[in-house]
């Protein structure tokens, strides 16, 4: 259901932009793409602040609006086929980052034998992870699934729900191990 979102408001994207032509966004657009997040985080922060959200959840909301507001603006200069592909991959990317992050807190409030549990955990969900690309490509043959380059933006969805998802399952075992609710 996510990646048939995903895939669906990426083609919106385009449409809406429809007649004008999407532009390659190289790591200088990237960085000035970030420097321009950037400036938007500190009325977010305040906001949440008000709300009395816990420091904790503020510093993941703002890590999460940095990444999803990088792939809307990344998607918004080029809406072609292949430019959400790479944004698509570029947040996964990122997200990628913040899972090593909450991964890293996390590991460091857990006491003895329970880091190794969380090691172990970790190592097989790699495993499941490169399992179900695998298995994501496969089904993205033409045999299966008739081919163009919408499979390529079904490849990088399916790829970046994993990320997110994992990211999301260890910042709340992370919320619940320092009870930061």
């Given at each position: ?14 449409l ?49 609006f ?5 792939m ?26 913040l ?12 006491k ?70």
């Amino acid at each position: 259901m996510k990646l048939a979102l995903t895939v669906f408001v990426g083609l919106l994207l385009s449409l809406a932009t429809f007649g004008q032509a999407p532009t390659e966004v190289t790591l200088e657009l990237q960085k000035k793409i970030k420097q321009d997040i950037e400036k938007e985080i500190p009325k977010l922060k305040q906001q949440l602040e008000k709300e009395k959200a816990n420091p904790v959840g503020i510093e993941f909301t703002l890590d999460t609006f940095r990444v999803e507001r990088f792939m809307q603006k990344y998607i918004d200069l080029d809406f072609s086929d292949f430019g959400m592909r790479d944004a698509t991959f570029e947040t996964a990317n990122l997200y990628d980052s913040l899972l090593n992050k909450y991964y890293k807190k996390l590991l460091s409030v857990l006491k003895g034998d329970d880091k190794k549990v969380l090691i172990q955990a970790q190592k097989a969900w790699l495993v499941f992870r490169d399992s179900e690309i695998k298995l994501v490509g496969t089904i993205s043959k033409d045999e299966y699934s008739g081919g163009g380059t919408m499979q390529q933006l079904i490849d990088s969805a399916e790829y970046l729900d994993l990320i997110k998802s994992r990211t999301n399952a260890i910042f709340n075992h992370y919320v619940r191990a320092t009870q930061s609710y």
